[in-house]
């Protein structure tokens, strides 16, 4: 049966400013982790909301769910923030009955920073649930400790001494960067602030567009249990920068073009988002400021408010038709020949990209600040609403920005201090507030870029997704599917049976292919390439392709590739090695057989007397047993084999070495522990050997062991290449068991190498 392919859900909530960063979410989970993606939009009338809807990449699926009255929900007089979570709350319905009547139902719901009560919906259609704060990693911070800050503090404890709010870890908010609805407990905000943050921690965790190396301390926080983690106890991703690229526009044929004719870095781009508005007295500073200061500009300008603020929902044509009367009087004509003004909206990406300019003086919505910081532009702090302070103090103290003493939100900025932050941004300073700038925006291309911190954070979001929902990806099934695919042919069946059978294995492998993300891809390409070469051995390295197709995980394709060369060398050996049947063991320990029943690692067989242990070239019941051996009776017991110190002149003849080669083999032992060069040893042993090996060098006492039926060691050190065993033991002669760690081999040379050595430990502490 087919897999079915993950499937993201998208909850937008209205505002151009958080619908640009859940379509970005969208195209990254789109592109480079294999989703599918259903973006759920809130009407609205704002034109730029409609526009980019329209202009999105056709990547994946938008839904644009019916309008809600919120009429009767709210006061005429209501702030733009308890109207969209009324909007929000509304779209409930609209949105669990969209996702009942798709063919294809999410798994995973993505919500924004609004849309938290629709968590819900996740749970009544068991979808995994996340939320996705495209602000900074400072504020989510803030917003998950509310809840914990509105248990523990006293009535208007840090209200009313405007004390700053401590967050564990993190730098504290100044009460004067607070958001509104966080000034006081009696705010009709403060209620839903309390809520949002108690409903994120239910989510399965939290993404937030930003990035390690821009805020570090804050996200090293929210992950320490010691810290805020202790508090704080939901999973968060940094997963940012977010945000759309520069690209093709309708407005180029003005605007752009009037930047294509001005010096690199010389312009200077005012804007306070799609929806920040000023007083008239502030425009009117602003235009006095920008005149004086005597610097190219693009000032992208909305009609004023009475105090200034936001018109975020409320967003029309008014002021596009060219009336700009509400500028000083001369201002557009004496500004002609340096500056452009733009009603209500121009495209900031494009912009912000062009290298003509220099300095962006920003509200610091986080969308417009990290624009800013991507394309390398500094930027003159000008926060209106939100959050928009904390952003402010933020950038200031990273080096990246400047800022007025006074709070534009609440005081008029004159002219003169205006004049000044111009050109500081555009010549006293901005070479070096540039330089800050464009690092960040190189740790932010890293972050995105594969193995990154921001690509690898979304990827584990994505993998533990997939984990959950998913069997794992079985790489061998797919190599198997693949070989199946190749092989099949018609035969003697009909064309439409042979193309049912190629039909269903195909739509096995998509299935399983679906969902590989990067790191899976290399892994099966791996694998794919030790079963090439393992599959294309001779039959006479069967033991050996089995014995590592058994060890988990698979060793990397140049360590098989290791393993068998040594088998070959192995088995090139004109004549028998002068090691060959001596086991080696450290501390000078009795060595023992093995326990048969639990050490499983496979053996050579005897073909004749199915025992293991050797091959029928060398069974004793064909050839016969050594005059010194005897028969192994029924039942006997398991005896260790040892070297005794001897004067007698008996006979060797069961002792497969010369005494020349005993003399040599003993030198290189003893010798290990000299200063003397190998090169001073004669004889076929030592004349391969290019350098001292390092199990030779190791200062230990050595038994040999003829005839044992294992070789041993004490250290991993001393094997040249090994694996990890588990459950694997050596029986002793009291009956008891020694665990066995590692099994590999010793290679003294090209000639001369030790096959399955087993390491035990137990030794060491055994004599």
Not at 58 to 83: H, K, M, R, W, Y
Not at 205 to 218: A, I, K, R, Y
Not at 381 to 397: G, H, I, K, R, S
């Amino acid at each position: 049966m087919a897999i079915r392919k993950p499937h993201a859900a998208l909850l937008a909530s209205p505002g151009k400013g958080h619908l640009i960063p859940v379509l970005e979410l969208g195209n990254r989970l789109a592109i480079h982790h294999g989703f599918d993606v259903t973006v759920f939009a809130v009407a609205t009338d704002a034109p730029p909301t409609k526009s980019q809807l329209h202009t999105s990449p056709n990547l994946f699926n938008i839904i644009e769910l019916p309008p809600v009255d919120i009429s009767g929900l709210v006061d005429a007089g209501a702030t733009i923030f308890t109207q969209i979570i009324a909007m929000m709350r509304q779209s409930i319905s609209n949105l669990r009955s969209a996702i009942t009547a798709m063919n294809s139902r999410p798994t995973v719901l993505i919500v924004d920073l609004f849309g938290t009560k629709s968590l819900v919906i996740a749970d009544e259609f068991e979808m995994l649930k996340y939320v996705y704060v495209p602000s900074n990693a400072w504020f989510v911070a803030m917003t998950l400790y509310v809840p914990t800050l509105d248990k523990d503090l006293a009535e208007g404890e840090y209200v009313c001494e405007k004390k700053p709010l401590r967050i564990p870890g993190c730098k504290p908010v100044r009460f004067e960067d607070l958001p509104d609805p966080l000034q006081g407990r009696k705010n009709q905000m403060y209620d839903d602030c309390v809520r949002i943050g108690v409903e994120m921690l239910t989510a399965n965790g939290v993404l937030v567009n930003t990035w390690e190396d821009l805020e570090h301390t804050t996200i090293g926080a929210l992950r320490d249990h010691k810290i805020l983690r202790q508090a704080v106890n939901v999973p968060v991703h940094p997963i940012g920068p977010m945000i759309r690229l520069a690209g093709p526009s309708d407005s180029r044929s003005k605007l752009l073009d009037w930047l294509d004719m001005q010096p690199t870095r010389s312009v200077l781009y005012v804007s306070f988002g799609s929806g920040g508005t000023l007083s008239v007295q502030q425009i009117t500073e602003l235009a006095a400021g920008l005149e004086l200061s005597q610097k190219r500009f693009i000032w992208v300008v909305r009609p004023p408010m009475e105090h200034g603020g936001f018109k975020y929902l409320s967003a029309s044509k008014e002021g596009c038709d060219g009336t700009l009367d509400y500028l000083p009087n001369g201002f557009l004509a004496r500004t002609l020949k340096v500056g452009l003004v733009v009603p209500v909206w121009a495209p900031q990406t494009e912009i912000l990209a062009h290298p003509s300019v220099g300095g962006y003086l920003s509200h610091c919505g986080w969308n417009s600040t990290i624009e800013s910081i991507v394309n390398g532009v500094p930027l003159i702090a000008w926060p209106l609403y939100a959050e928009q302070n904390m952003n402010a103090t933020m950038l200031v103290e990273a080096g990246v920005a400047i800022r007025s003493k006074l709070l534009p939100s609440t005081e008029v900025v004159m002219r003169e201090e205006i004049e000044k932050m111009v050109r500081r941004i555009m010549v006293k300073d901005g070479n070096e507030i540039r330089a800050r700038v464009e690092k960040l925006k190189d740790s932010a291309e890293k972050a995105l870029s594969k193995g990154g911190s921001s690509y690898n954070s979304l990827s584990q979001v994505a993998k533990e997704y997939l984990k959950d929902h998913f069997p794992q990806v079985n790489v061998s099934r797919m190599y198997h599917l693949e070989q199946e695919i190749h092989n099949l042919v018609q035969d003697n069946t009909s064309v439409a049976t042979y193309f049912t059978k190629l039909k269903l294995l195909w739509d096995d492998l998509a299935s399983l292919q679906s969902h590989l993300f990067q790191e899976d891809i290399a892994q099966y390409q791996q694998y794919q390439h030790i079963m090439k070469f393992l599959m294309g051995l001779n039959e006479s390295f069967g033991a050996i392709h089995a014995q590592i197709l058994l060890i988990d995980p698979l060793p990397t394709i140049s360590h098989i590739y290791g393993l068998v060369l040594q088998e070959e060398c192995q088995r090139n050996i004109q004549t028998p090695s002068p090691i060959d049947g001596v086991a080696l063991a450290a501390k000078g320990i009795l060595l023992t057989l093995k326990d048969g029943k639990k050490f499983r690692t496979p053996w050579p067989k005897c073909t004749h007397c199915h025992k293991e242990g050797h091959t029928i070239e060398r069974c004793y019941f064909i050839h016969g047993f050594p005059p010194s051996s005897r028969k192994p009776s029924s039942g006997s017991k398991p005896r260790a084999h040892q070297v005794s110190s001897s004067n007698s002149n008996s006979s060797t003849s069961s002792f497969p070495f010369t005494l020349d080669q005993c003399q040599q083999l003993l030198a290189m032992l003893n010798t290990a522990t000299q200063s003397s060069s190998m090169a001073n040893h004669v004889g076929n042993i030592m004349s391969s050997l290019s350098g001292k090996p390092p199990i030779l060098s190791a200062k230990t006492l050595w038994i040999l062991d003829n005839g044992a039926t294992d070789h041993m060691v004490c250290y991993p050190s001393d094997l040249t290449y090994f694996i990890h065993v588990h459950s694997r033991t050596v029986q002793l002669l009291n009956g008891s068991h020694a665990v066995v760690t590692h099994i590999g081999s010793i290679v003294f040379s090209s000639s001369l190498i030790l096959k399955n050595v087993l390491c035990v430990p137990f030794f060491l502490n055994a004599s």
